[in-house]
């Protein structure tokens, strides 16, 4: 999962925010967040970011030393 907030709570900002799992995939531990004015927000870019982000978050749980490297 991902989420979307196209201008829901601000005019021309649009953010795509990730889960940081757990290490069993459990509740998530915190969240990682993008934010851009919506010129820049394309559809089509939200796989990527949140493949981007997914990486990132596995680097977060393994550092947070919950996670077996």
Known sequence: GFALDIEEFVPNLCCVAIPVPDYN????????????PKMRFKK???????SQMRE???????QLGLVEN
Not at 25 to 36: D, H, K, V
């Open 56 to 62: 990132k978050a596995t680097l977060i749980t393994e």
């Open 25 to 36: 995939g459990g509740a998530p531990l915190a969240a990682i967040s993008i934010a851009m």
């Open 44 to 50: 089509g870019n939200v796989s990527g970011w949140c």
